[in-house]
């Protein structure tokens, strides 16, 4: 995420791009609102499921599916505020003692993330169960949060002078493990589907690590370059978690295969050869007489496919999932378009451009939601409490939080306004993923 002191972006006209958890969906929000778009038919058409009329966005997370979004305004950057779009109401907000830079969310946590500290909501009635104190200084708000509920890690970094990854239990609400990823500050982190991975790049952008978030073991070593460091944007992982796809201010996007058979069977066979293997003897046998930062260059793996897009210099999202039985790269750029790429079975095979959808367009098959009341959801609606769940402002309050995320010392920097305590029934449902979202069901 990018923090709010820079969005030259919104300036120069140009839109705030997210895709949701599970990338069947995707956040677009412009300097008059904001829009939330279906993936499921995305090779062809880009279906709206949401629009409305709002002040400028910093920043909009979807939860899955679901009707909820959790929403952040330039006019009130301190301002956390959840929202059940369908029903066109608020559930609550939460003020901060300092500028909101990222907000992470799951079914069972709900992460944001300050310049040095991270507030752990509970989402199921958005209490305060946890604060990170004292975070390594963290202007960018970089952070990343499991979208799996059975490994819901958050990761965060761990040193403002080095590349550590800190992995934090948000469940059980302690430290995991803390991750020496690179020699350099972190520049990018994104965890695998089941949480049981994660992805790291440095401000140097050349390399990309994919760790075990569970014990920091490494897996993966990836070069993205030799010559040039290049400032990482975007790093994630499939959905079906065979590869893993980078953009950055360059005009270069690169896919990664992570081919684990191919690690499990070095594993099962040591350092056994066989006989017609004569490169990868021939390698091994090289390498050893060179230095170590020569070796680490042999041994990492290279991009599977890449895309050159138009220019450099403009913050692109990247993700990689199956649409229609079919494996899609989808780039959502601040210039205001999605691309949709299909992926080569072969390696270093181009990526063949399938559609360019223009962001800014009113498009004519959009499906806007009809609802029955007549309050727009924006942020100068002056709602409080809404529709879905809450309750009166009087008994809301936020939770203690303790130094380094431990235990309450009973001074909280969140006020509240509004709470889920007893959450409705259309609230938990939306929580839970089953609550629809569409024309049919608005």
Partial sequence: ?????????????????????????????????????SLGSVDSTLDKIYHTKSDELFLIERLFESSLVAIVSQRAPRKLKVCHF???????????????????????????????????HNIQDMKVVHTIRDTPCNPQGLCALSSSSEHCYLAYPGSVTAGEVQIFDAINLHAKTMIPAHDTPLAALAFSPSGTEIATASERGTVIRVFSSQDGSRLFELRRGLKRCVSIVSLSFSTCAEYLVSSSNTETVHIFRLDRSATETAEGHGSKQSSDDWMGFLSKTVTSYLPTQVTDVFSQGRAFASVTLPEAGVRRMCAITT???????????????????????????????IKRHDLRLEDHYAMDIKVDSPQTLGLNSGVSIGGAAGVPP?????AGAGTGGSGGDGKSAVSVTGGVDKPSSSYASAVKGDDPVGPSSA
């Fill in 394 to 398: 009087s008994s809301a309050g936020a």
């Fill in 86 to 120: 369908k029903k066109q109401s608020e559930i609550c907000n939460y003020s901060y003692a300092n500028t909101i830079l990222a907000v992470k969310l799951n079914r069972e946590r709900l992460i944001v993330c300050l310049e040095e500290s991270l507030y752990i």
């Fill in 323 to 353: 649409i229609q039985k079919q494996l899609r790269l989808l780039i959502a750029s601040q210039d205001g378009y999605l691309y949709v790429y299909s992926i080569p079975t072969v390696e270093g095979a181009e990526c063949q451009l």
């Fill in 1 to 37: 995420m990018m923090s709010l002191l820079g969005r030259t972006d919104v300036d120069a006209g140009e839109v705030f791009v997210n895709f949701n958890q599970n990338i069947t969906s995707l956040a677009v929000a412009t300097s008059g609102g904001y829009s939330l778009y």
